[in-house]
C-alpha cells in the first residue's frame, strides 16, 4: 500500500480525492489547515466508507497545520517515516482559490500559494520524495474567446490567483529541469469543478460568502440568497452570457487518481494536463439545467460584466484523455443533481 500525503486534503476537492484513495487503498496523510474547510469533511469520508464496509483503518491521518510553516510539513513527513509508511507521492491542494480576495490581498495569496509551495518542496527534497501533482486551473490561460484551450495555448492570468498558480506551475519547471531523471511532476489544470459525492455527506463547504456561480446557485435555491446577478449579457456568445466547463468534482477525483498511477509508474517527466469535458454551458443554460433536473426556481436578474472574465472557457482535454486514459463520466445533469443533493441535506454546510 502506498503512502500519499494530501495537503488541503479537508477542502472541496481534496476531500473527494481522498474518498477515492482510501476506496483503492492507499494510505493518506492529510495536512490542512481549515483556513477554507473543517475536520468535518473528514468525519463525512470515515462515515461514507464504513458504510461501503470499507476499513481504513491504519489508512488515514489528519494533521493540522500550515504549509507557510515548514515545520509543520516536517512533522508530517517525521510522522510517516516513524510509522514506516513513507510518503511517496503529495497531491497539493492546498491553496487560496478567490480570485476576488486575491485582488484585494495579494499578499496573502502570494505568501500562503507560493511560499507554501517551495517550503513544501524543501521538505519533499529533504526527505527524498520527488513525485507532486499539483492543483493548478484554467484560470493561467489568456483570454480567448471561442476555441477550446490546450496545454501549449498562451498563459496570461489575470489576476493574483491566476499569477501564484503560473507562478507555482514555473517553479516546478524549474525544480524538475535542475534535476532531469529525478522529479515526477504533474500539473493538472482544472476548469470549473461542480457537484458533490453521490451520498450527499460531502460536498463543496467554503467557510466565507463564494463568488463562484454554482455554489451561489444551490444557495439561492436554498434561500439563502435571493437571486443571481448574471455578470453580462453581451458577450459574444449563443446567448450573450459567458460559457464555461462545468466538470464534475468525482471525475476530477479520478482524474488525480490516474494521474498518481501514470506518475508513479513512468519515468521522470513534467506534464501539464487540462481536467475538463471539453463542453461549454453558458451561464443561462447551467441555471436552466439546474432548475429543470432540480424542480427549482432560480431567480435571477442581469448585471454588468465582471472585469477580467472571458467569454469562452472550455478546455481541450484529448491530452489528458490520451495520456491517462480518462474520460470524465459525469455529465451536468448529474452535477446539478449532486450538488442539489448536498445542499439540500446539509443546508447550514458541514
Ligand atoms: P478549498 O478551499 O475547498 O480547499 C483548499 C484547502 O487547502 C482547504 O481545506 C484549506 O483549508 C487548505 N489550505 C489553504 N491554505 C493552506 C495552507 N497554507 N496550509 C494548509 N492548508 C491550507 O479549494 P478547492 O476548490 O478544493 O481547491 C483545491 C485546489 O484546487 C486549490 O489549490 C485551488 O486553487 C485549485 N483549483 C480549484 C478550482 C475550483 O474552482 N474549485 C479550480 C481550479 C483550481
Ligand atoms: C462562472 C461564470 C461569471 C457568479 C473561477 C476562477 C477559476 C477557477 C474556477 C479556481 C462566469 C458568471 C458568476 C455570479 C455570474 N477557480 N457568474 N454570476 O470565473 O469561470 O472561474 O472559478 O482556480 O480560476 O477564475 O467561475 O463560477 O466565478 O463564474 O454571472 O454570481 O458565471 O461571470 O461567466 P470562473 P465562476
Known sequence: MKSILIT?????????????LLEKGYIIFIVDSFINSSDQSIERISTILKKQGINIEGRIYLIKGDLKKKCDIEKVFEMSFTLQKNIECVIHFAGLKSVFDSVRKPINYW????????????????YNCRNIVFSSSATVYKINTSEPVGE????QPVNPYGNTKLAIEKFLNDLYKSQPNSWRIACLRYFNPVGAHESGLLGECPLNRPNNLYPRITRVAIGKIDKIKIFGLDWP?????CIRDYIHVMDIAEGHLLTLDHLLKEKSQFLTLNLGTGKGTSVIELIRKFE????????????KRRIGDSPFVVADNSLAMSILNWTPKKNID?????GWNWQLKNPNGF
Open 334 to 338: 448529474d452535477a446539478c443533481r449532486d
Open 152 to 155: 501549449n495555448d498562451p498563459c
Open 237 to 241: 456568445t449563443r446567448d450573450g452570457t
Open 292 to 303: 429543470k433536473v432540480n424542480n427549482v426556481k432560480i431567480p435571477f436578474s442581469f448585471d
Open 111 to 126: 505568501e500562503n500559494n507560493v511560499n507554501g509551495t517551495i517550503n513544501l518542496l524543501k521538505v519533499m527534497e529533504k
Open 8 to 20: 488541503g486534503g479537508a477542502g472541496f476537492i481534496g476531500s473527494h480525492t481522498c474518498l477515492l
